[in-house]
């Protein structure tokens, strides 16, 4: 697991020394994602720069790499999981390798199967390689999105990074707020689809690979789509044998590591499965346990079950509102504004747990993948609701929603119920998007100073929906699917990304594998999502066969916090600041005199607007960094050049 940074000329053939000072710079900001070592090459239209965390190859893994025969040169985020059985193919092939690193796979890969290249990864991993005789440039990211890919791409060059914050680093950097982008970002947490919230930074979209010829030309290609092959005539004993199976493939690949590797354990379905998976493949010892002093939202009594029934070394790791101290940097650190308060959760579990380790294995993608959140439950309760009652009813329902009282505790009923009728006059599809949102588009455009922007966040639900291509009336395979190329890259892995290498930890998900990823897919709804019971039935039904109804029949907790109550109290003194005057000041394109009645009304206690605010007070804090520019100071960091022999034949 690494950062990567680089560049790619379009208008000159060669680097002044004071530009390459500046992609230095930005190289080494992302030292916290590979403290281990930093090196930089540049020739011709190329800079390339690496920050590595030492993972695979200890000795011989050093980045950027050039491969065997020096046509091409690599910068490569990730792991490549099957790396040792692709390296076997390739010899048989006739390649020759000086390393036994998966970096020098993917290089080999790419000599031998060009663009198809992806096809055959199985991994998590954004690179960049240049082709030094024929020029151009291939950029290339994982089926899920699990590690980031930011490109900048104007009329002079290609820039690419694993973080935005590198870009500030930039001596011709301009942060400018896309203000086309902030209304997905009001109503969802997070900057949906490929844009951020940077004017004229974008991601590279998940399972994509993008190639720029020496010619000029760009092409871009999605080189893998889950299969739409419904599984049937399989009785639900063999779907949890199978399920079990795939589970246990993807576990092993992801325990391959020339370091020891730990565990998050939450007590819930997906952890405790990955763990019994784990500990019945390796001699992994510990794991670690996110406790809160909250009784209501504390699973460690659950854990710590789990982990003995294991015999695993669990490790307690509490968080108090003294963390919200850490506001600031941790919302810089998520890069992209990024409303998730488990993030706050995330960063504290990683702190404690990069103390010992560099690699963490975790549940992500059990939810996406097997129909676990109770957002299915709520868009299918709707596909009935919708189509039996007429939509003027629907739409009195809606306009009633706001008036019902939600107390401040962790996704209360009344909560549920508040959320789920105020969407009620809005499509499925649509609504399916806002039970984890915040702001509904109509809420949303009265935060604008400028109302033609104010007018575009009203369509925010509804382009989704389209680029999707999702039935006004979605089926849950439907939903599944949209879900793992918007919600899962953009708000879950991007979450468990920037917090854990934060602190140098690389966190796999082995639910992410992409057979079993398929697999759960494809099942028949009521092997996960019955029209009696609970979700993510195939699932639980595992979880019993170990654990019994303890893990089995427990209630779905996440990484929530009490963020109603923080904010009134502990954390209130951040949020003043945040969401002061002055600051609103400096952020022109909100309606300031808005966000401060929205606040007011949350302080005395009028309203619960604990999550929104929250997302507003990750707007202000990303703002100061990425916009004006007030961020964490650059690390002095040891960054190495590496040159390779020339070839005759290059351009």
């Not at 710079?25 to 916290?32: D, G, S, V």
């Not at 669990?314 to 941790?330: G, H, K, Q, S």
Request: contains cysteine; hydrophobic residues 35%.
């Amino acid at each position: 697991m690494c950062g990567i940074f680089g560049q790619f000329l379009k208008t000159t053939n060669s680097f002044d020394p004071q530009r390459v000072e500046s992609l230095c710079r930005a190289t080494n900001y992302l030292t916290h994602r590979g403290p281990d070592s930093g090196r930089w090459w540049s020739e011709g239209q190329y800079y390339f720069g690496h920050r590595r965390l030492s993972i695979i190859d200890l000795d011989h893994g050093q980045q950027p790499m050039v491969s065997e025969d020096g046509q091409y040169v690599i910068a490569f985020n990730g792991e490549i999981y099957n790396y040792i059985e692709l390296r076997q193919e390739l010899i048989g092939l006739g390649h020759v390798f000086k390393t036994d690193s998966d970096t020098e796979v993917i290089l080999e890969g790419y000599k031998h199967w060009g663009e198809g290249l992806c096809e055959h990864l199985t991994g998590m991993f954004a690179f960049a390689i240049a082709d030094r005789i024929n020029g151009g440039l291939f950029l290339a990211r994982d089926r899920f999105g699990e590690k980031p890919l930011f490109i900048k791409d104007d009329a002079e060059a290609v820039t690419f990074s694993s973080e935005l914050g590198a870009f500030n680093q930039l001596d011709n950097h301009k942060g400018e707020v896309d203000q086309a982008a902030l209304g997905g970002y009001l109503c969802l947490n997070y900057v949906p689809g490929e844009d951020t919230l940077a004017k004229g930074i974008k991601r590279l979209p998940v399972a994509t690979w993008r190639k720029y010829d020496a010619n000029g030309q760009v092409r871009q290609y999605c080189y893998w789509h889950p299969s739409r092959s419904k599984i049937e005539n399989t009785s639900f004993t063999d779907a949890m044998a199978h399920t079990q199976t795939l589970l246990d493939e993807g576990v092993k690949l992801s325990l391959r590591s020339d370091v020891p590797v730990t565990l998050f354990l939450s007590g819930g379905i997906d952890s405790t499965l990955i763990a019994d998976s784990v500990k019945r493949q390796s001699d992994v010892e510990h794991a670690y346990c996110l406790d809160f002093t909250e009784p209501t939202y504390s699973e460690y009594d659950a854990a710590k079950y789990a982990a003995d029934t294991l015999g695993l070394d669990l490790r307690r790791v509490p968080l108090t509102a003294d963390a919200l101290e850490e506001f600031l940097p941790i919302a810089e650190r998520l890069d992209d504004p990024l409303a998730d308060s488990s993030a706050l959760a995330v960063w504290t579990l990683a702190r404690e747990t990069a103390k010992d380790y560099k690699v963490v294995l975790s549940g992500d993608g059990g939810d996406e993948l097997f129909g676990g959140y109770l957002t299915y439950k709520a868009t299918a309760l709707h596909n009935k609701v919708s189509a039996m009652m007429p939509h003027p009813v629907r739409k009195l329902l809606a306009a009633v929603a706001p008036h019902i009282p939600v107390s401040a505790t962790k996704v209360s009923t009344s909560y549920k119920a508040r959320r789920f009728l105020r969407a009620l006059d809005l499509d499925p599809a649509e609504a399916h998007f806002t039970w984890n949102g915040t702001w509904l588009p109509n809420e949303a455009t009265r935060f604008f100073a400028d109302p033609e922007y104010g007018e575009l966040a009203k369509g925010v639900l509804k382009a989704i929906t389209q680029r999707d291509a999702i039935p006004a009336h979605p089926s849950l395979d439907e939903l599944q699917r949209t879900d793992i190329v918007e919600y899962l890259p953009n708000d879950i892995l991007t979450k468990t990304d920037r917090t854990t290498m934060a602190f140098g930890l690389e966190s796999r998900a082995s639910f992410l594998y992409p057979k079993l990823a398929e697999y759960g897919i494809n099942l028949p709804d009521d092997y996960k999502m019955p029209a009696k019971g609970k979700p993510k039935h195939i699932l639980r039904q595992l979880a019993a066969q170990k654990y019994g109804t303890r893990i089995s029949q427990a209630k779905k907790q996440g990484f929530s916090i009490p963020v109603h109550t923080w904010l009134r109290h502990q954390a209130r003194h951040i949020m003043e600041e945040l969401l002061s005057p002055q600051r609103l000041k400096d952020m022109p394109f909100l309606d300031a005199n808005h966000v401060i009645k929205i606040k007011n009304l949350h302080s005395d206690n009028k309203a619960q607007y604990g999550f929104e605010l929250w997302g507003l007070m990750c707007l202000s804090a990303w703002h100061n960094a990425r916009i004006l520019g007030r961020g964490t100071d650059n690390p002095i960091a040891q960054l190495d050049r590496i040159e390779f022999p020339s070839l005759s034949g290059a351009a």
